[in-house]
């Protein structure tokens, strides 16, 4: 994901995130859930929203991104 370059440059939950992702994928794991309190987006209720790989790897590497990302990743 990042080269051992990039990743000394970035701040610790970048990397920590990273270093969590690379043990994610040596076991087969392509995305994650996230529980969503209906306080957050005042809702009825929670919900719950899954969150790609692909995706994560986008904004962490700071290319083309939704709202929607962006709004789930500031969670």
Request: proline residues 1%; hydrophobic residues 50%; aromatic residues 12%.
């Amino acid at each position: 994901m990042l080269t051992l370059g990039n990743l000394l440059e970035e701040k610790w939950e970048v990397r920590r995130f990273h270093l969590w992702y690379m043990e994610a994928v040596k076991v087969g794991l392509e995305n994650f859930i996230i529980n969503i309190l209906a306080d957050y987006f005042h809702t009825p209720m929670d919900g719950e929203v899954i969150i790609d790989f692909h995706d994560m790897h986008r904004l962490l590497r700071r290319k083309d991104l939704d709202v929607a990302q962006v709004t789930l990743f500031a969670l």
